[in-house]
């Protein structure tokens, strides 16, 4: 059973540039949640999505962060104009809503 | 969410066990208590939870007081790829979202 897939594993974009990172789920779990970590700082909630709905948004930046996760595929965190600060560690984890939460190995955006 | 309390850093020598202590003094009776750790340059990992009774699992053992108020995470031999920032959570009984502090910093020394 593989764990939580996150893809790219590295990314970097120049200002002004989309960044669409990709996270795919355990197996069977339809809760996904997204955390960012600045460097050198602690993991913060941005979003928490089940098939098709977004429960909990509380975390996100009001604007340019969009988050999906449809029927099929994988759940997306898009960040349209992308700019340095949003350089970072970009985690999701998956659960089956009880129990534990398990983490992918982050995609790391960089902002030139 | 209700808060914990863990002391930012503590030391372990290497193949000795470990006692993470977590204080949780406002905890409701349906928090159940998460730990996960994060490795450097790594994802968070989930490392064990508990709601009363102490547990037990492959990485760890949980050891929650009887009133709930404080648990400990032990590491029965520490080594050096057990080194890490600790995270203690209190987790609501339906599905929510994990609110990380600060945490422990473990260092394992050789």
């Known amino acids: 059973n593989a764990g939580v897939m996150q893809n790219p594993r590295h990314l970097v974009r120049r200002r002004g540039q989309e960044a669409r990172l990709r996270c795919s789920p355990m197996k069977g779990h339809s809760h996904v949640y997204w955390y960012r970590q600045l460097p050198e700082e602690g993991l913060k909630f941005m979003v928490y999505l089940q098939k098709e709905n977004i429960i909990d948004e509380s975390g996100m930046p009001k604007e340019r962060f969009s988050a999906e996760f449809p029927k099929e595929g994988p759940s997306i965190l898009r960040i349209q104009q992308v700019v340095r600060g949003d350089s970072a560690a970009y985690f999701c984890?998956?659960?089956?809503?009880?129990?534990?939460?398990?983490f992918g190995q982050g995609t790391r955006l960089t902002v030139v | 969410d209700a808060k914990t309390t863990q002391p930012n850093s503590m030391e372990s020598n290497e193949e000795e066990p470990v006692h993470l202590p977590c204080n949780h003094s406002t905890i409701s009776g349906t928090d159940y208590i998460h730990w996960y750790r994060q490795l450097p340059s790594q994802g968070p990992e989930y490392v064990i939870h508990?709601?009363?009774s102490n547990v037990n699992n492959r990485m760890a053992s949980l050891a929650i007081a009887e009133d709930r108020k404080s648990s400990t995470l032990i590491l029965h031999r520490a080594t050096l790829r057990d080194a890490a920032v600790y995270y203690c959570i209190l987790v609501a009984g339906s599905a929510r979202q994990l609110t990380f502090g600060s945490g422990t910093q473990l260092t394992v020394l050789p």
């Open positions: 508990g709601l009363t």
């Open positions: 984890a998956s659960s089956l809503g009880t129990g534990g939460a398990f």
